[in-house]
């Protein structure tokens, strides 16, 4: 079913770069939430490597104390 989605040209809301959202992508992030697996089909803010970034540095800060 991928003939059901085009090819996106995005703007990285971080670096201004243009990035693509593949039909692919879309199609792969729909079966997730027709599986229920998700909440709610957003498009990506961020371009691949912001986002690989941004999930770096979140996995890499310290644990936060409970109090």
């Known amino acids: 079913m991928l003939e059901n989605y085009q090819d996106s040209e995005l703007i990285c809301i971080e670096c201004k770069k243009t990035f693509v959202w ?5 199609h792969f992030i729909n079966c997730l939430y027709e599986e229920g697996k998700i909440q709610k089909v957003v498009e990506p803010k961020r371009c691949p ?3 690989k970034e941004k999930r770096e540095c979140f996995e890499n800060r310290p644990p936060q104390e409970s109090y």
């Open 22 to 26: 593949s039909r692919g992508e879309k």
């Open 49 to 51: 490597d912001c986002r």
